[in-house]
């Protein structure tokens, strides 16, 4: 779900970024062409393996232990500042999709 909110996002959200706990780039349709999402990693220096994955121990990020307290605490009030629009394809898969937590929640 991570994925398909920052492929919507503004500001220019590196949605590339999101990989799936295995290593695998699962969201790599969202841009377009099947290379692009793996293009966009390697320009950033993101080595992948011979099975095509990402070695999530070496490149893995967590916020609770690679940000400070002050710093998460800032992203989340600027977060919370910041308006944004949701697609109706973006609600649609927030509402329906198996990963969702907002699954089966009634429409505002």
Do not use: C
Request: proline share 6%; charged share 25%; glycine share 6%.
């Amino acid at each position: 779900m991570i994925g398909w909110i920052m492929n919507e996002s503004p500001n220019g959200v590196p949605a590339q970024r999101v990989i799936n706990s295995k290593g695998e780039l699962s969201g790599s349709w969202a841009f377009g062409q099947s290379d692009t999402m793996r293009e966009l990693l390697e320009s950033e220096g993101i080595v992948f393996s011979a099975e095509e994955r990402v070695d999530m121990k070496r490149y893995g990020w967590d916020p609770t232990h690679n940000l400070t307290e002050e710093a998460l605490k800032q992203i989340l009030d600027d977060a919370s500042n910041t308006p944004v629009k949701a697609s109706e394809r973006l609600l649609y898969l927030m509402r329906t999709d198996p990963a969702s937590p907002l699954r089966d929640q009634p429409s505002s």
